[in-house]
């Protein structure tokens, strides 16, 4: 069966945090050597297939998920483990990081599935918990990682950042002075909270960094070759038309955006890019906090009410649909509102289904098009969204004004 592994590798104690074109050349690095390893022999000519891999860089290091075929967890663990060392060591830039984690994270489903395939004399435990800890005694003692200071140094320094948070208390996470309608505690408001400041900065260089990609090797990301971090995070339906000037422009909605995350009195979501952008940033915030040993359910029930509090309903997730294999799929002529709308309403009518005369507050939804530069249409009259991000609609490449 195929096991995901998740690998968590750190740079070298006291080492500076890496840049934003260090983290892209880190996961050129990183994406070359693992493709270019498809299987691996294991004991008694066993073989474990690597199938596929996502690679996340952030300025302590990296977290890995890689898609391994194996009997058993056991071995999944171990032979990806061993890939990921002969990458770093055969890697003279990366020969000095460490190993933090290599585990299989099972659901229930696949634990019990995974106990199945591993039958016999030599079987592990029936019990999940206890075969994950004999397996992490079987590995070799010294094996490099974060210790208990490396966490809480992380811990701090994300509670920290919270106050900087400015747009969003902590009741925006779950926290509130009065037990019984409390979510979370203090200290695990701060973490969430902590941790979108902290990887605001990260969206910002590599959202840069993609651009300075795509620039050189464009015409789309579509048909690029590069490695790019935020851009390949967007709904891969529309991969040719994130453009450079696309890319500009969402550069420019990410900056706005976090600037107005540290400012009180932010408001709502202006438009369906910041939504996409928010999504992105509670990924990478969760990234974060696992590479460090920070991420547990509380710390997700706090993302989970931020995003409850931010998002005005979640219609932005539906593009990234795995079954919407055809662009057409979100533009169909016979249902213009998308299959999510039975009545077949196609967002431009008022309440008692008249349309709207000044066309100002109520709009086709971005969400049902397949033009991403609608993405950037303001939701509302009061939404702001910076002029460069939001040029006239109709506006192409070659005639908007920031083309030139």
Sequence with gaps: MT??????????????????????????????????IEAIEGPDGMEVGIEEHVIAVHP??????????????EFAEDAVHGVISEVLELSELLADWEIAKCEVELQPDSAQESLDAADGPDAPPADPAERARLHALSRPAGEPGRDATDVETMRLKLRSLAPRLAAFPLACFGYTDNEAVRIVNRETAEVAAGALVYVSEILVDELFADLATLEEDGPNVGESDGVFMILDDLPQQFAAQYTVLFSRRLAVAAVML????????????????????????????????????????????????????????????????????????????????????????DGTAGNDGTAEADGTDEAADPARTTDVNDWFTPFTQDSFVHPYAAFEAGDTEESSPQAG
């Excluded at 302590?60 to 967890?73: H, T």
């Design 3 to 36: 096991y995901v592994v998740t690998v968590g590798v750190s740079t070298p104690e006291g080492a500076s945090d890496l840049d934003a074109l260090q983290r892209e050349g880190v996961v050129h690095l990183l994406k070359s050597g693992l493709e270019s």
């Design 60 to 73: 302590g290091g990296a977290l890995l998920k890689v898609f391994a075929d194996a009997p058993a967890l």
């Design 258 to 345: 976090t600037g107005r995350f540290h400012q009180p009195g932010f408001g709502e979501l202006s438009c369906l890019a910041e939504e996409l952008l928010t999504r992105i940033l509670l990924n990478q915030a969760e990234v974060t906090a696992d590479l460090y040993g920070l991420l547990d359910d509380d710390v997700s029930r706090a993302w989970q009410v931020f995003a409850d509090h931010v998002y005005e309903d979640s219609d932005h997730e539906w593009l990234y649909d795995p079954t919407l294999d055809d662009l057409d799929d979100l533009d169909d002529e016979d249902d213009p509102a998308g299959p999510d709308d039975p009545a077949g309403n």
